[in-house]
């Protein structure tokens, strides 16, 4: 019976519910005095201006009306939004008086990107909605919930006799969990920690807990659990907070024969769960056909009333559909108590299984087990409108991933976000749990982090995905964006800040979305299909910015908010992180489940793009930086700022120190070794540094390899070693600018991402170009002077050609070119000139870069582009048929073969030749080979024939990927071109 227990727990969670509604309710009022419609929209409460796509009556004679967005404004895509099917919503007419007043409210039954359905209850007669007007939809305070919610507590706290007696007094620490016991699998395939969970969950007499972290097959496990129960005669009451996950399992227990029940509006409208829909199966049922016949009356009637002006008409309509109504209702009803007793399994949300629902029908013994799967993302309130009507019950979840939102603070803080899962657990320990442990989505590398934060390190990577790589997919490219599972780009000190302008709960940062652009476009290039790739971002508004770069390009490609993922997988998964402020504030971010949510949605890539100086100041969100600094590649934006233009980029960087050396992307541990260890370590480092300065062109000067050493000191002798390194940079960087024979400087590949980034930093301040070169270990950077500053006036050499051959016609363009001539030079911080300067740096690079490619003949290639350079741009055609002729024809010094079917690659200089001139000894490319050989050999222990490159010419994919490169280079020209002659235009 009853006890203290249960009554504190009822009165104690009354009382959160109340504060958390009455937070609900203030926020909404706050909101709806405060914010604009605009406003209100962007926080995903509100969509405004919709038209009316279709309308048609539904069950129970309700009205189902789809709205969308207006056609001629772009494209018909809904902005992002919360809203979601079983939501209440008012509808308002758009236009007309300032305070529009609500015409009635509804119930969301179906939420797609285009569209948004309500279906209008029977009791708001007269709802006449013309097809022609615009209208908002706005989410209402939803009462429902929470009435349902009390109610059940309150029948918790006088529960006497019911199925649900002996559970309770179990659940509330009054009775022991006790055994039962069992035999043969339906699904043989099931690993080992799946089937001790199975055997368990059945053999439990009250309560099992199934703990499924992310991709261990957990929904494969509870599928199996209930068949077993059906073949032992069960009746099943299965639920899930969401419609999504209810459906899940709809899908999965229909395709093993079990006979399914869905209750509810389900979220999907795939035909295998909706057949299994209430609604369906009426349908179905023998009453059918004179169910249909009545919706079809009540449809005409419906229409007749819209085109009827007169009022008696009008009313006398109005009673038509009124008895219409009635009889369809008890019909409905019929059909409805037949099909519940026949099925064996029911389904429903948590909330959807209420008794003031189609279950109300039901005998109260009629359910032997509940089963409430993702029960950690459930208010436990929620679950017990389930649990009241069974004498067993069964939870599967994950309370390591996102609990249930709550919107009052203190609800949260005193308890309402713990849910039963968690509650059980504490309370029982490991006697009613067990953890499923062998992951069948993350290449290990992927796992790992997770697995050491979130699951005391039990995790095991099945060995299908252990290791698999985006280049295992069919049709995509080797190359190093698909080779590796973990890439971090870290804008710190690039200047991509957060957006300042807006609130707590809504942030953007364009750089990253330009980032996360430039990565969607690598992979898309090598043959990465956009429905494979997630971008993930925390908050709505850099949703949107994603979403407005990236979706006309990539339409299937899916942009969401880390919530919005929860149970969700993606080949590769794109996290844009936002948060990059002085403050070093990171907000909602700093949700520990929320990050692991996001992290273990990739299958065989996770790219983060983040500003590490900002996310560090979080210590889980630093272990994964670190993680991925440790284990994955890393790049500093810079390497990627060379494609985008920096907008709010600063050469002030006066308090810059403090930040440096927060952005050391060094693991920690190293800090800890011993002394001897260090010694040890430094001497490797410093072999490798020279080892990796011999391997570096001879002909340019180099830097000493002394910058490549470790810190392995306290914080604050980390400091100053950091400083130290940078002041040695900047000498290494001032002592060459004053060289006048020195054209370029090289810095070595063991340089750790920090120190390159000091390097790019630097010559930045300096004025200098800096570029990256090279892949994955061989990455470096060169600087150079070739190009002058922006206080320096414009070259004139390859400008005077193009005046002198037309000396009457002065276009726009060279009246703009001229104007630095006119005005005094300008001061080095000023963003326009820096700006243009760069664009200018970037398109002589292109220019350069194809022309070295091609047209140059000189043997080693890229040194000699600075001559060159400029004198393309003002010809693009030239330059693209330059492309095009010397893609066709073999690169080696004075050869003209054809490669255009012969042609064989080399991958060190990335070159065509002819079947003469392919092999690298052959065209200059030997030390490259040899050295790869020699890595390939000591890595693999395989010993190749001839240079040591497995001949990779063949490789479709490979071809195709160069193809689909050249293709995007060519488009990239074109519209450069394109948006450069507009912009002269005015
Ligand atoms: N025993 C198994 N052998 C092979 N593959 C499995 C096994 N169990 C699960 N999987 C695979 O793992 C993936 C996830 O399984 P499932 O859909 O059951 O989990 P889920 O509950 O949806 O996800 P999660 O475990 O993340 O909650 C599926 O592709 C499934 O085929
Ligand atoms: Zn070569
Ligand atoms: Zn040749």
Redesign the pocket.
Known sequence: GASMEVESFVSRTLELLQEERKAEIEETRAWQQNLSLKNLQQKGVCLLKLQIGSQRTGMHGRLLVAFEPRKSIGPPVLPSNSFGPGDIVGLFESEGCSQPSQLCSGVVTHVTQVSITVAFDDTQDGVSLESDGLYNIMKLANDVTYKRLTRALNSLNVYRNGPAAHLISVLFGYTDPGALSHQKWF?S???DS?KEAVSFALSQKDVAIIH????????????EVILQAVKQGQKVLCCAPSNVAVD?LVE?LAKCKAKVLRLGHPARLLESVQKHSLDAVIAQSDNSNIIADVRKDMDKVLSQMKKAYDKGQRSSLRREIGELRKELKSREQMAITQILKKATVILATNTGATDDGPLKYLPSEHFDLVVI?ECAQALESSCWIALLKGHKCIL?G?YKQLPPTIKSQNAAAKGLSVSLMERLIQKYGDSVVRM?T????MNSAIMQWASEQMYQGKLTA?P?VEKHLLRDLAGVADLEETSTPLLLIDTAGCGLNEMEDTDEQSKGNQGEVDIVALHVKALAEAGVQAKDIAVIAPYNLQVDLLRQKLSNEHPDLEIRSVDGFQ?R?KEAVLLSLVRSNRKGEVGFLAEDRRLNVAV?RARRQLMVVCDSQTVRNHDFLKSLIDYMSKHGEVRTAFEYLEDLVPENYSRNHKDEPANVKESSSKPKVKKQQSKTEQSKEKNVSKNKGERDCQAAASDTHELSSKTASDFHKTKAADQTESQMIKEEIRQQLLVFLGDENKKELLFPASLSSHERLLVHQLSEELGLSHVSRGVAKQRHITVSKQVPGPAEPAETPFKEPAESTKPEIRTNEEVLEKEPDRHPPKPALDFKSLHLERMRREQEKRAGKNLSTTLETNLKGDKGQPKKKSKAHDDFDALIDAVVKADSVCAFVKCKASVLTLGQLCLYCNRQYCLSHHIPEVHGCGDKAKAQARMRISKEGVLYAGSGQKDKSMDPNKKAYLQRKLDSKLKDMASQRKTKSKDKEH
Not at 212 to 223: A, F, M
Not at 438 to 441: D, E, G, N, S
């Open positions: 699904n395939g099931l690993d799946q499924g972290p992310p991709g261990t097959g957990k929904t494969t496990t509870v599928v899940n999965r799967d599967a994950d499923l062998t992951q069948y989505r099945h299908s149970g997988e273990t």
